[in-house]
């Protein structure tokens, strides 16, 4: 409008009025950032699978080979391990980009951090809970779980992780800035994670027994449909309220 | 609407302490405006308050005359920040690091720009070696290309200068002269003796108040 501003247009240093279109472009940035850090340190992305399949390899040796009592506990058992796995590996969610600095960045930029944090646990999920959930039907015939359960059990797995992954990154991102904040995270979130737990065994059960399955997803997914509308909101909320404390 | 940053009896007590009381700022186009004091002044809680990183301070802040509740995104789309933790990811290359910071920032992802960049702060050679083998320095000179990758009127650097070797500080030194000049605005904490301008201003903290003198 004024002369003033026209030298600043000219200027290197031009102001922005608002953020460009940029926000699919960062997000798939961060997407992709996350990926090749993951796989650049692979022994992060395995520590979870690990945990699962030793702790469902001891199992039958810890309690009893007896295949008629491997298969009445083998849903619960499956879904509480892989849990357990998942929790696990969330504690270093944010906390990398705490220590280098990297989250004090992801804060200030223009883009929505509801949607950067998305891109973030979306990664964890693709690197955690999808591959426990493709791992878990092998696992499953250790614990001799009955055949025509092993499809229900994946896909319960894949939706259910899906909403551990996005209700326990909003409690790594209100313990990021604690030094030990691991235990702190696991009681925070586990109360939570209940529901889910509860369906996705239930989802197991039900096919063994013969039940209709269809159920038990519907009510993981819609707690995933519910997860994803609002965890995020909740994840930059609790992000800022720890950068900032 | 013009580059001026603003702050009305800015007050940020920790632990018992005031950090600093009363402290009016009028930050405009052109300055290089340099906090100084001693350690544990506050310099860094003020760069952070002044960034709108921290909200746990008394008195208002103004970002082109707009309170900054209100024009929040538009500083944040002005605002390019350094702080303490250079924020570069050891695991991955000063080129793929560099690439999310574009992202982020809304430029179009363009490999020539951010090899410029870093031709520009002297880490030819460097561009695919992970940035966890690069010295500290040039772990630093990663984070300061992205002054040259995304323009950015409003600068806000927290001890930029740590680690960097003599030739680069003379250059960094130049390079924030020249974006005073062309009509961008400097916010920095060094321990650094800066060459004297006739757009560097000081802003002393500690002993509770703040002094805006030349």
């Known amino acids: ?245 | 609407m013009s580059l001026r940053l603003q702050a009305q009896s800015l007050a940020c007590e920790r632990d018992d302490r005031w950090l600093f009381r009363d402290l009016d700022l009028d930050i405009r186009a052109g300055e290089i405006v340099r906090v100084e004091g001693p350690n544990g002044s506050g310099k860094t809680t003020l760069l952070k308050i002044l960034s709108g990183q921290l909200a746990d301070y008394e008195g208002e802040l103004f970002w082109s005359e707009r309170p900054m509740r209100e024009a929040r995104e538009s500083f944040l789309a002005n605002l390019l920040y350094l702080g303490h933790a250079p924020g570069v990811k050891a695991a991955l290359t000063p080129l793929e690091n560099l690439a999310w910071y574009q992202a982020l920032s809304g430029e179009k992802p363009s490999e020539a720009a951010r090899f410029r960049a870093l031709e520009e702060v002297g880490l030819v050679g460097f561009e695919d070696v992970p940035a966890g083998q690069l010295s500290a320095g040039q772990q630093r000179r990663v984070a300061l290309a992205r002054l040259i990758l995304t323009p950015r009127a409003l600068w806000v650097l927290d001890e930029p200068f740590t680690a960097i070797d003599r030739d680069g500080v003379a250059a960094l030194e130049r390079r924030l002269v020249e974006h005073a000049r062309s009509g961008g605005c400097v916010l920095v904490t060094t321990h650094h003796e800066l060459t004297p301008c006739a757009e560097l201003r000081r802003i002393r903290l500690g002993g509770g108040g703040a002094d805006d003198g030349i």
């Open chain 1, 1 to 245: 409008m004024t002369a003033s501003e026209n030298s600043l247009n000219r200027a290197a240093a031009a102001l922005r009025e608002e953020p460009g279109d940029g926000l699919a472009v960062a997000v798939w940035a961060t997407l992709k950032r996350d990926l090749l850090l993951m796989l650049r340190r692979r022994s992060e992305v395995l520590n979870p699978l690990v945990f699962f399949a030793l702790v469902i390899t001891l199992f039958p040796i810890g309690i009893s080979p007896d295949p008629a009592l491997l298969a009445a506990i083998a849903p619960g058992l499956l879904w509480v391990a892989a849990l357990l796995a998942a929790l696990l590996s969330l504690d270093s969610l944010f906390r990398a980009d705490y220590d280098d600095g990297s989250l004090e960045q992801l804060l200030l930029t223009p883009q929505p951090l509801a949607l950067l944090a998305l891109a973030k646990v979306a990664v964890h999920w693709l690197l955690t809970g999808l591959p426990l959930a493709l791992m878990a039907p092998v696992l499953g015939i250790m614990l001799s779980l009955p055949a025509g359960s092993y499809a229900v059990l994946a896909i319960s797995l894949a939706l259910g992780s899906a909403s551990l992954s996005l209700i326990g990154a909003i409690g790594a991102a209100l313990t990021v800035g604690l030094s030990r904040g691991g235990v702190l995270l696991s009681l925070l979130v586990l109360p939570l994670y209940i529901p889910v737990l509860i369906f996705g065994a239930g989802a197991v059960q039900a096919a063994i027994l013969g039940d209709g399955v269809l159920a038990h997803l519907a009510i993981l997914g819609a707690l995933l449909a519910l997860a994803l509308s609002l965890a995020p909101l909740a994840i930059a909320a609790s992000l800022r309220i720890s950068i900032n404390g």
